[in-house]
């Protein structure tokens, strides 16, 4: 038989399910933690090194524009201005690019300032270069061209830019020591969850063990306690059964007692009676018409004393079942019931195979029921019925009475209980089947002579 889930056991699968859940919200925590951190500074040090890499370009497109100045002015040729114009429309791309780059960063602001500073001042000295050799002014640009202006200029811008990329590497420096500190962190923040999970883990297993064996233990006890008390109880409804067969025994050594006590004394006295108002009847001889009236009802006084006697030693221990049997004293039960109720009594009676104290039983089962059906059952026929299968003895008294609900027969209904009660103590059951308007079957099976054991 497979075992219930007990209710601790279903108290530490939710505990250990509301563990688990908290333990995997503070990893994800974590971990989400983590990520934005390192995605942010992933993204500092990617607008960190292109700054580096706008920078670099700007220096190279410098570069060109200067070269395609001094083709210009060598040759004369107009193709070298090409390279010259496109230089200075990807040189102001990289300065608005830079200025992009640099919004919202205060200590990098004077360092962009300064580059762009730088290029604006060499873009001007090649610009006015060329505008003197375009008006003529050979002298001039020539002049302008051998100072240590251009190269000046390129040296303070190339200082600005060495600056700028030495705060550059300074700050990605710090950021990736800061990313992997991050990386770090979590590393062991998530060691150190998994380590702690895993002791957590292995107490409750402990725990659950320990639980597991109390309950086995607790469930173990339990069981040999109720075993114990339906020995008990068993033991008690044998001794119960024991002791209602021995009141059972009991009061009906005591109704013969009482019977025939009631036969040799009161008898005696009433045959007495009988006799002596015989002779005195005799005696007097021709009587005035009332005392003849009087004798007469005395003698009928008697004779109705007589009768009342048979029927009480009748009623306390039957003769007719001692002397006669099972079947004849419930055939002469069922007449007189039916002489005195004044209602239709059937029988259908089989012999059977009974011993003295279960026939008892099936005639004061009877008896009750008759009684019961004359106090209230309105009924207009009966029918009585004794048979035998096998080793069971079945005996039914069925009614056409107004009958009654069976659940709702109150505890202190002594006439059925008592019923039920002989029945169980001789070995067998009783069952009564009733509704409301539709009569009543009482039934009782008892086991038969030699099957009881």
């Given amino acids: 038989m497979e075992p219930h889930a007990s209710p601790g056991r279903l108290r530490r699968t939710r505990l250990a399910l509301w563990l688990a859940v908290a333990g995997a919200a503070v990893v994800i925590t974590i971990n989400e933690i983590g990520y934005a ?246 005696g007097l001889g021709l009587m005035a018409p009332d005392v003849a009236e009087r004798l007469k009802q005395v003698n009928e006084t008697l004779d109705r004393g007589i009768a009342l006697k048979r029927r009480i030693i009748e009623d306390l221990r039957p003769s007719s079942l001692s002397n006669l049997g099972l079947v004849a004293a419930l055939e002469i039960q069922a007449r007189e019931f039916a002489q005195r109720a004044e209602m239709s009594v059937r029988t259908v009676l089989q012999p059977v195979s009974l011993d003295e104290d279960a026939q008892m039983t099936v005639y004061r089962l009877v008896q009750e029921s008759l009684t019961n059906i004359a106090k209230y059952a309105r009924a207009s026929d009966v029918t009585v019925s004794l048979s035998q299968q096998d080793d069971q003895v079945q005996v039914g008294v069925l009614d056409n009475g107004v009958g009654f609900d069976p659940a709702s027969i109150r505890p202190t209904a002594h006439g059925l209980l008592g019923m039920r009660y002989r029945i169980e103590a001789e070995g067998g059951r009783l069952q009564v089947d009733s509704a409301p308007g539709e009569g009543c079957q009482v039934r009782g099976w008892l086991p038969a002579a030699g099957a009881a054991d």
């Fill in 37 to 282: 951190q390192s995605r942010e500074t992933l993204h500092v040090l990617a607008d960190r090194y292109d700054r580096r890499l706008t920078v670099t370009r700007l220096w190279r497109q410098l570069l060109e524009a200067e070269t395609g100045q001094r083709g210009f002015l060598l040759t004369g040729r107009e193709s070298y201005l090409q390279p010259y114009h496109a230089a200075l429309q990807d040189v102001e791309r990289s300065l608005q690019r830079l200025r992009d780059l640099q919004t919202g960063d205060a200590l990098l602001t004077p360092q962009v300032t300064n580059v762009e500073e730088g290029t604006r001042q060499k873009l001007a000295e090649l610009a006015t270069t060329i505008d003197l050799y375009l008006k003529g002014n050979e002298d001039q640009w020539r002049e302008l061209l051998m100072s240590d202006i251009g190269r000046e200029k390129m040296d303070e811008l190339r200082k600005a830019i060495n600056e700028l990329f030495d705060s550059e590497d300074r700050r990605i420096q710090a950021g990736a020591g800061e990313a992997f500190g991050t990386l770090q962190r979590n590393r062991l923040e998530v060691n150190l969850l998994t380590l702690l999970a895993l002791v957590a883990v292995l107490l409750f297993l402990r725990n659950v063990r320990r639980l597991d064996r109390a309950q086995v233990a607790h469930d173990l006890a339990l069981r040999t306690e109720r075993d114990r008390l339906e020995a008990t109880v068993l033991e008690r409804t044998a001794e119960l059964t024991e002791l209602t067969r021995h009141l059972q025994s009991a009061r009906e050594d005591e109704r013969s007692r009482l019977a025939r006590e009631l036969h040799d004394e009161l008898g005696a006295l009433l045959t007495a009676a009988k006799l002596e108002t015989a002779r005195l009847k005799r």
